[in-house]
């Protein structure tokens, strides 16, 4: 049985008070309304980390948005994975496409950050998709796939099985427009083909698949309800404790 998650993505949003009130209300909600077979995961900035984990509860886990490719060293302004581990982060979010196109972060790096959260405990949340040139020419599938075999291929089937796979169409990112149910499922079956070829058809169906891109409480349970999708990657509306809890109860 595949996991469900509906993970919140902050991005640069809420000063550390802000971001205690944000989850504070989320964990207040999620205890009474959140079914027990979803997971709920916010993944927040660097500086709330370590407060918010601490109000953070059974209910929710908390989740990092970057994290280094090393374990300790001369790099300054970075943080490592170990860190994260010894605030209570349990998610880290690798390769979303805001990292892969703002800072240059290369399908060899991400591999790399898979691996140093792996062996630090922490599961990746990895992040893949194209953009709208790319569907428009067809090559969307093979460009998914290839982020999916440089950024991940190299892991044995046990690790492989640890990492949460998010297809966020770039198109659909912030942007207001989401993938239509059909879209979205028919790239979560091809992504699942794709792991199968590599692994097998039962490690395939082990991973949880989510899908990014403006996710909202309006066309959560039409996404939800596909047969290859595990839950959501939630940006924008993952800053309204209400909206949020509502995406999760689209289960
Ligand atoms: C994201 O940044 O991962 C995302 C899906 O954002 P939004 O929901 O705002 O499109």
Avoid at 6 to 23: C, D, F, Q, R, Y
Avoid at 100 to 128: H, S
């Amino acid at each position: 049985m595949r996991k469900k998650v509906i993970a919140g993505n902050w991005k640069m949003n809420k000063t550390l008070e802000e971001g205690l009130a944000l989850a504070s209300e989320v964990v207040n909600i999620a205890k009474d309304e959140v079914p027990a077979d979803v997971n709920l995961v916010m993944c927040i900035p660097y500086i709330s980390l370590a407060a918010i984990s601490k109000i953070a509860g059974d209910k929710v886990a908390i989740g990092a948005q970057n994290v280094y490719q090393k374990e300790s060293g001369a790099f300054t302004g970075e943080i490592s994975a170990s860190m994260l581990k010894s605030v209570g982060v349990k998610y880290v979010i690798i390769g979303h496409s805001e990292r892969r196109e703002y800072f240059g972060e290369t399908n060899q790096q991400l591999a790399d950050k898979v691996n140093i959260a792996l062996a630090n405990g922490l599961t990746p949340l990895f992040c893949c998709g194209e953009t709208l040139a790319q569907r428009e020419k067809g090559i969307h599938i093979d460009f998914v796939n290839t982020q999916l075999t440089e950024g991940l291929f190299h892991l044995s089937p046990e690790d492989f099985k640890k990492v949460v796979i998010a297809y966020e169409p770039i198109w659909a990112i912030g942007t207001g427009v989401t993938a239509s149910d059909e879209q979205a499922q028919e790239m979560h079956a091809k992504i699942r083909e794709h792991l199968a070829s590599k692994y097998s058809a039962a490690v395939a169906d082990e991973i949880s698949i989510l899908y990014g891109g403006s996710m909202k409480p309006d066309n959560a349970k039409g996404l939800l309800a596909c047969k290859d999708i595990d839950g959501g990657l939630i940006g924008g509306a993952s800053l309204k404790s209400r909206d949020f809890i509502d995406i999760a109860k689209s289960y």
